[in-house]
């Protein structure tokens, strides 16, 4: 969860938030999330013990396109796409991969998750994941409806679908994502937590996806992994 002023945040050509944090920048174009320098290493673990160790890798909505360069790094067989509809965005995880010292990462590419079809990356079993982190509560619901119908069009059979961010259980939700939500709702009435077990879970099931592990992370957030069956 955080809290500041919009006015600092980096918007989208409609004027909206793209993330709700301020970001950091370098002169080559690479942007940094306090948020990423918080999450990456836990992250970084669920995805090694119950995601994958390599293979190709889609990522929805990549932000500053940390998590890609920090992931890649760690695990040597991991080839990563970013995908983000924010320019600015794409124009940081482009930096990232131009500073990288490897080539395995890939785009960025314009994906409008809430859109029918995903353009270059619809590539119906090719993905071995499909990675979204801490957008589907900042963003209109149809974004989750997309991101959840892509996942099942488009991972091969045993893939991973990875959500990280908040989510309520079964109507529940902690005081911290209940007071997430109230401000989401200030912003964008369209936004807020998810519930997982009614509203996402029952989307992943009609397309294929089943449930392979939810794991407790910091700040009340989860780790969500979806694999898709044969």
């Known amino acids: 969860m955080t809290n500041g002023s919009d006015g600092a945040y980096p918007k989208s050509e409609s004027g909206k938030p793209v993330a709700l944090e301020v970001r950091g920048t370098e002169g080559d174009g690479r942007r940094y999330s306090p948020s990423v320098a918080r999450n990456r290493d836990p992250i970084l673990s669920v995805f090694r013990e119950h995601v994958c160790k390599g293979g ?6 990549s932000g ?7 992931l890649t790094r760690a695990l040597g067989e991991l080839y990563w ?23 395995r990462l890939a785009g960025p590419v314009v994906v409008d998750a809430s859109e029918g079809l995903w353009g270059e990356v619809e590539r119906p079993g090719y993905w071995d994941a499909i990675v979204s982190i801490n957008m589907i509560h900042i963003a209109p619901f149809e974004a989750a409806l997309g991101l959840i119908a892509g996942a099942g069009r488009l991972l091969k059979p045993g893939g991973k679908l990875f959500l ?17 939500t109230e401000s989401l709702q200030s912003r964008d009435s369209t936004w807020g937590v998810r519930d997982l077990d009614r509203q996402i879970i029952p989307l992943a099931e009609e397309v294929g996806l089943s449930v392979a592990k939810i794991i407790d992370m910091p700040a009340n957030n989860l780790s969500v992994i979806f694999e898709r069956q044969a």
């Open 164 to 180: 990280y961010g908040p989510f309520a259980r079964n109507g529940e939700i902690a005081p911290s994502n209940a007071a997430f």
């Open 81 to 103: 796409t970013y995908s983000d509809i924010d320019a600015e965005s794409r124009a940081s995880q482009k930096a990232w991969g131009n500073a990288s010292s490897h080539d």
């Open 64 to 70: 500053t396109g940390e998590h890609g360069a920090h």
């Open 56 to 61: 190709h890798v889609l990522e929805i909505a």
